[in-house]
């Protein structure tokens, strides 16, 4: 290779790679690319040129072209890392958000703190007293089996009790065998099953959340509710450990003066059954309109565990009793705080929110 072609392809290293140093932005960087490696560029000019040399010296000036080429698309990817960690390093500072800003007294409308929504504070404060009472807290998936919903609860198909559940099923598997939860029910189910393969029986536990049916929102309905029900297996179980569980949390939650009764009932999960009712929250057993002047309010259902749900469960009905209850909480804090309509609940009206 003669002198001053050599001369000239080591000119094009030392320029372009002081053109990649001088590069201060990706943006510039891409141009500089498209000076060094273009159809108009100076590499582009030189390879053209290479067809005027005799062959061994085209055969030279090509593999120093292709190093210098090579060499320079190294420096570009390189430059280019350092510049977009730094454009990036920039981007998120400008986007931070100062959390120790001060909110300046000459602000006209105070900045409010958020809470939680009224049906949370309720479903937190039950927890509570039960926990107090010494159940545990337990939780379940909201999507159930067919099994888990209905069957194991002494509900087989076709069972009259299950039309009044408005099932909402899901498009999983074979028709009508995966749903929405209607009720906290199956969380008693997996805790009984579990307690069996564990060994671990008793079980004193509560079971919160969200259950979903085709209901019409109205005053007093929701399509999507919250239920708590509560469940106790142990030995020696009776219908009055029932009766003395629902009154001591009455009065827990509600106060002194507050009683329960309860009144006979049927589900087939539970034999016998009752609906429990308690002294009304806003006349205090005076009699008013939200009792319909009866001084009495129902809450919800109990009654104890049907040994065909022990069977189900693994468990031997012949040693074991236990009972069953529950009620639903957006109820429980539409009485307790005399809201006129349940559809409050979900409307996000921060004028109702921001009372609780």
Known sequence: ??????????????????????????????????????????????????????????????????????????????????????????????????????????????????????????????????????????????????????????????????????????????????LLRTHTSPVQIHLMEEAVRQGTLPIHAVMPGKCFRLDTPDATHLPVFNQIEGLVVDRGITFGDLAGTIQTFTTAYFGEGMRSRLRPAYFPFTEPSAEFEITCAICRGEGCRTCSNIGWVELGGCGMVDPAVFVAVGIDPDVWSGFAFGFGIDRLALMRHEVPDMRLFIENDIRFLSQF
């Open 1 to 178: 290779m003669s002198e001053p072609i050599e001369s000239d392809i080591e000119q094009i290293l030392r320029e372009g790679a002081a053109a990649i140093a001088a590069a201060a932005s990706t943006d510039d960087l891409a141009q500089v690319e498209t000076e060094l490696f273009g159809k108009r560029s100076v590499l582009s000019g030189a390879h053209r040129s290479l067809g005027s040399l005799d062959p061994e010296q085209r055969k030279e000036a090509g593999r120093r072209l292709h190093e210098v080429r090579a060499a320079l698309e190294s420096q570009v990817a390189t430059r280019r890392a350092v510049l977009a960690d730094a454009e990036r390093a920039e981007l998120l500072i400008a986007d931070r958000l100062d959390l120790t800003e001060v909110i300046s007294d000459q602000v006209r409308s105070p900045v409010s703190r958020g809470h939680l929504h009224l049906v949370s504070q309720t479903r937190d404060e039950l927890e509570d007293v039960f926990a107090g009472m010494g159940f545990e807290v337990a939780e379940g998936p909201e999507a159930e089996t067919d099994w888990y919903n209905f069957e194991a609860l002494n509900m087989p198909p076709d069972h009259p009790a299950r039309g009044t559940f408005d099932t909402m099923y899901l498009d999983i598997g074979e028709p009508e065998t995966v």
